[in-house]
């Protein structure tokens, strides 16, 4: 019904930046709260930005000043601006929406399939 697909990771060097991003296509009403996550082999899946329809926007402390995440509602798609990478940002990167999905207009989650971030130093 919904696919989200990512693109833009890669291997980039400490202090280095890159830009992800997640497009939403399918049976989309509205596109809510979009987000990052992010995730280590042997380790739980963190949450690491968010942003509302109205751009409003939350960070983990982790992250904090020098992640932005960012949204195109025309587009369906969601960005992340990551900057002064270090070495423990290295992980999968995982799109998350909460999409009301036409016809039946109930909020579900939706996930991407990943996008691999390495930063090396």
């Known amino acids: 019904q919904v696919q989200l697909v990512e693109s833009g990771g890669g291997l980039v060097q400490t202090g280095g930046s890159l830009r992800l991003s997640c497009a939403a296509s399918g049976s989309i009403f509205r596109l809510n709260v979009m987000g990052w996550y992010r995730q280590v082999p042997g380790k739980q899946r963190e949450w690491v930005a968010s942003?509302?329809?109205?751009?409003?926007?939350n960070y983990a402390d982790s992250v904090k000043g020098r992640f932005a995440i960012s949204r195109d509602n025309a587009k369906n798609t969601v960005y992340l601006q990551m900057n002064s990478l270090k070495s423990e940002d290295t992980a999968v990167y995982y799109c998350?929406?909460?999409?009301?999905?036409?016809?039946?207009?109930?909020?579900?989650?939706?996930w991407g399939q990943g996008t691999q971030v390495t930063v090396s130093s």
């Open positions: 942003i509302t329809t109205g751009g409003n926007t």
């Open positions: 998350n929406a909460k999409v009301v999905v036409a016809p039946a207009f109930r909020e579900s989650d939706y």
